[in-house]
């Protein structure tokens, strides 16, 4: 891909400390003592990370949603679109 800049768009790389590999999941999450109910935040997570990632996060109850993250793009278009 390729930025209107002419630059290579950023690759979209797995948010586990230390990984290099190529994102596949989205995990959007949030720490209820902190975030009011409408602010997520998102980390992204290769196929040998998500379930670290989304076990890290429910270990510590926050509320999360795990989805593929070609289907989670779809849906930011459709929403910004809206």
């Given at each position: 891909?390729?930025?209107?800049?002419?630059?290579?768009?950023?690759?979209?790389?797995?948010?586990?400390?230390?990984?290099?590999?190529?994102?596949v999941?989205?995990?959007?999450?949030?720490?209820?003592?902190?975030h009011?109910?409408?602010?997520?935040?998102?980390?992204?997570?290769?196929?040998?990370?998500?379930?670290?990632?989304?076990?890290?996060?429910?270990?510590?109850?926050?509320?999360?949603?795990?989805?593929?993250?070609?289907?989670?793009?779809?849906?930011?278009?459709?929403?910004?679109?809206?």
């Amino acid at each position: 891909m390729i930025d209107l800049l002419g630059g290579a768009l950023p690759r979209e790389a797995c948010s586990r400390a230390g990984c290099t590999a190529d994102a596949v999941w989205r995990i959007d999450w949030r720490n209820p003592r902190i975030h009011t109910g409408d602010r997520f935040k998102t980390w992204l997570a290769c196929d040998e990370h998500v379930d670290y990632l989304r076990d890290f996060l429910a270990a510590r109850e926050f509320p999360l949603a795990v989805k593929p993250l070609e289907a989670a793009r779809a849906t930011d278009d459709t929403e910004a679109a809206s």
